[in-house]
């Protein structure tokens, strides 16, 4: 019976660690938490270079969820802050994802992609480059989740990315 009781406590206390942001942020678990308010002036982020980054949630709602790209050599950086003080411009990071191996030819897409013909703005897509209008070839896909405040793993079926300016 102590075992039981043992095995439900363990249960109680890991669930929310393994259940927190950050889970994908590999080198750059630091910045959760830390607040700004220019996202170029990112503290940390000294030598990368900010590629995109777009309100995330819409701007209807109590607070704003913002997504922004930073790329440095073959890894890219996504980082996903909240406004939760609309009278303030002070954001805070919430989520960091960090994926190495982009190589050229291919982009991290945010905020322009699309499951099935619907868009959705919490999709995170490594996506192969194109002259097209929609890009295709996807290699991964993760979704924030802003239940949870956390990114997801996401499945790649049916998703387009738009190709802005081609």
């Known amino acids: 019976m102590k075992k039981n009781y043992l095995l439900i406590l ?10 927190q942001p950050g889970k994908y942020a590999g080198t750059k678990r630091s910045l959760i938490g830390k607040t700004y308010v220019d996202g170029r002036d990112l503290s940390g ?11 995330m949630s819409g701007n209807a709602g109590p607070e704003f969820l913002y997504v922004s790209v930073f790329t440095k050599g073959t890894t890219s950086l996504v980082v996903i802050a909240i ?3 609309t009278a303030s411009e002070v954001n805070r990071v919430i989520d960091v994802m960090e994926i190495t191996g ?3 030819g ?5 905020a322009s992609c699309y499951q099935g013909n619907v868009q959705d ?43 802005i300016g081609c």
């Open 10 to 19: 363990l249960l109680l206390i890991s669930g929310p660690v393994f259940a």
């Open 45 to 55: 982020l000294k030598g990368w270079e900010m590629m995109q980054s777009t309100l």
């Open 83 to 85: 406004n939760d003080d």
């Open 102 to 104: 982009v190589q050229k």
């Open 106 to 110: 291919w982009s991290i897409r945010v």
């Open 121 to 163: 703005n919490y999709l995170i897509v490594w996506a192969k480059d194109n002259t097209l209008e929609y890009s295709k070839l996807i290699k991964k896909a993760w979704r924030f989740n802003p239940d949870k405040r956390r990114i997801i793993p996401w499945p790649i079926k049916n998703i387009k990315c738009e190709n």
